[in-house]
């Protein structure tokens, strides 16, 4: 398939790589000329500006938003519902609030424009293992463009269900980046569990303890170990061994830690819906207070973050 992408950052350039991998035609576009052009040089078509974007493609088109949650990306959506015609397809693949895609949906199929929001997790390690995807909006679309979401996925053997390849058809509008929402709301507390974790055995050779109970504790081993067989193997968990081989002490990072808003949305829905989320919670706010101070197990998140996603602490000012 052809099909147009958006947003060349750390996810958005893989994903153009692994489709264009995959058989399918990819025409790119970029604030920052050098991220297209880099793709260039792996057979994408480039265009300048989202309208030139627009009259490259062939009907029905598909266009591919990987951009910022918020202003960017309600810019270019508003900017491409005036270009494009009716039958196509826009995807917003970012992390967008979901009530947002409902509104996006109802104002683009006025014009006969559809949209579709797929969740997708993998950050930086997509191009190689796949990404997960949640869709959400209009079934027949979503079929439209599977070839995509397949070619994008983990992948399998096409006979076993599209959730054992790594993507799914969630429901109506919202419901792909609702169901992603989540999914980062879980992975707040699951990274939190791990840095406390971690932080205790960090300090179980404290001065303040016992002589006779102090433990000098190899880290790195211990993640490693935990690796094989263990009931709390993950992929953060593979992460966390990773990062502690390179830099025990983790002096790379000062701990402070960012939140992208989809922790923060995964509350105002458990609010909503008056379910009980005190590990979520806890989570958040152990970010909002590691800006304040900074602990082993900040640095720790810290660290995770950078793993899976490339997401660098700010710089000081």
């Not at 576009?29 to 300048?48: F, N, S, T, V, Y």
């Not at 509104?103 to 191009?127: C, K, M, N, P």
């Not at 998140?301 to 950078?306: F, I, V």
């Amino acid at each position: 398939m052809q099909i147009g992408i958006v947003g060349l950052g750390r996810m958005g350039s893989n994903i153009a790589k692994r489709l264009m991998r995959a058989g399918h035609e990819c025409i790119v576009q970029d604030i920052d000329p050098a991220k297209a052009q880099d793709l260039a040089a792996e057979g994408a078509k480039i265009a300048e500006t989202l309208t030139q974007l627009a009259s490259l493609l062939l009907p029905p088109r598909i266009i591919w938003l990987m951009l910022p949650a918020g202003k960017i990306t309600e810019g270019a959506i508003t900017q491409l519902g005036q270009t494009l015609s009716a039958g196509d397809i826009i995807i917003d693949g970012g992390n967008s609030f979901y009530k947002d895609d409902i509104r996006r949906a109802q104002t683009l199929a006025e014009r006969g424009i559809h949209y579709l929001d797929v969740g997708t997790s993998g950050g930086i390690w997509g191009l190689e293992r796949g990404f997960c995807l949640m869709a959400g909006g209009e079934r027949q679309v979503f079929e439209q463009a599977e070839p995509i979401l397949r070619a994008l996925a983990p992948g399998g053997e096409n006979s076993v269900p599209r959730a054992e390849q790594g993507y799914i058809y969630c429901g109506a509008a919202g419901a792909g980046h609702f169901v992603k929402m989540v999914h980062n709301g879980i992975e707040y507390g699951l990274m939190q569990a791990y840095a406390e974790g971690f932080d205790i055995l960090h300090k179980a050779a404290s001065p303040n303890l016992p002589a006779d109970s102090r433990f000098d504790l190899n880290l790195a081993d211990i993640a490693e170990v935990w690796r094989h067989g263990s009931v709390i193997n993950s992929w953060l968990l593979d992460l966390i061994a990773l990062a502690l081989n390179d830099d025990a002490e983790l002096e790379g990072f000062t701990g402070f830690v960012e939140d992208s808003g989809e922790g923060r949305w995964t509350l105002m829905a458990a609010i909503e819906e008056a379910v009980p989320a005190a590990v979520l919670s806890a989570a958040l706010y152990a970010r909002f207070r590691s800006r304040e101070t900074n602990s082993y197990a900040d640095k720790l998140l810290s660290a995770m973050r950078n793993r899976f996603g490339g997401h660098l602490e700010p710089k000081k000012k």
